[in-house]
């Protein structure tokens, strides 16, 4: 844990793949899980002579991602080439964007420790394109070992990489921050935002300071993070390593790290240590991006409404709490179909929110619930609410009925005809069922009538259970309670 005398502070650098359907440079396709080496030109290969070209629709989303995050998009920026060397960078240099970045300023907002919005200020967005892979355990009979085998597929591939200011102050602050760029860049048609494919990495910057000081202290960076969960183990461990090296009077080695996930700690990084010199330079093979500003303008009008607006306004004017708000809006189809569902009934949106969450939600998978799939159609979900509130059906039975439709089982109304899942109010059966209940149970009845009322909500539940869950609770509890108080 973190000293009360000290504090983190904490800057990412988020890698988004943009979701084009060819390479930022070239014509090659994007594809994920291809055969090795199977989508690349002399241009992603760097043969000499070949010239990139850059793809309209790299810019295109990248602008969206910059104007959904309220930057300044420019109207001129240029590329630069950004030298190294590893094996996986096939022409000895990335093409990123330098000193004159495609987007500044900006600002994404966190949850803060004390449950408000805190804003975090974007330094930059700008375009660059990705490295091949290096696959170091490699396995197979041809591969001896300790060969490392380079896949160039990824090579070109077209990123948008946002910077933030050291704004961040805590791990969980860090996690919220990536998830809310994943949901941004899924909500907005920019990414797929997948971790685990690789589609979002990010970089995590953190230093200690002197609690309420102006000076930020020594930053270690922890490079290549593929999971929410991995940048906010990674930092947790660094904020306690450093703040033990503070507090042994230790400096904090200003290094690159590297996070493995099986120890849960970071390690610096080999060949890392020297400063690193990029040798950045204007790429003379690409004139400047200009981006005119009727496009531009055309971009910013064709977003959709923000998913942190939409919240709001579900809590606003729908009188969702805040915690259901966000759920609902966890990806851009789940809000919709909620939102088309409160359409077709609109004088219980609370009602429809709660079977969206408890009742479809509940029995979504993880990649469903990431991918907003839902089971079933919003106007089932509608019916279904309408039915409760015009008494045809009871909760009970509607629950049932959910199952029904998520195994694809027809129409709520043909359910309830054909099933015959009315709930009964007919007093009749009821009061038959109320009374078998009691004839069954004396002692229990009897302690009830004796003011130990405990055991009423069992027995309307033993009711509700003989009736096949069909009888209206209202008129269980009143007969009930009349057998009882006789
Ligand atoms: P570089 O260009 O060398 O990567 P930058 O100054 O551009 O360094 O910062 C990169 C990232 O590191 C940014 O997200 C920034 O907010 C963050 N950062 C910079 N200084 C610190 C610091 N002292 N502590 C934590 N994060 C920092
Ligand atoms: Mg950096
Ligand atoms: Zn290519």
Redesign the pocket.
Known sequence: MLPVDLE??????VHVQLKTRTKAFCACPVVFGAAPNGAVCPVCLGYPGALPVPNREMAALGARLALATGCDVHARSAFARKSYFYPDLPKGYQITQFDRPLATGGRIDVRGTDGTARAVRL?RVHLEEDAGKSIHDAQGEDVPPGVTLVDLNRAGTPLAEI?????LRTPSEAADFLSRVRRLVRWIGVSDGSMEEGSLRC?A???L?PAGAEE??????VKNLNSIAHVRKALEHEVSRQAEALRAGRAVAADSRLFDPASGSTRPMRGKEES?DYRYFPDPDLGPLVLDGAWLEELAASLPEPPEAREARLVAQLGLSPADAATLCATRPLADAFEEAVALHPSNARGVASWFLGGLLARMGDSARQEGRLPVAPAAIARLVARIDDGTVSRRIAAELVDLLCAGAGDVDGLIRERGLFQVTDEGPIRAAVDAVLAANPALAAACRGGKSASFAWFVGQVMKATGGKASPAVVNRLLRERLDA
């Open positions: 983190a502070v904490i800057g990412l650098e330094r910077v933030t200011e050291p704004d970089d910057n953190v230093s300071r930020p202290g020594t930053r270690v960076e690193e």
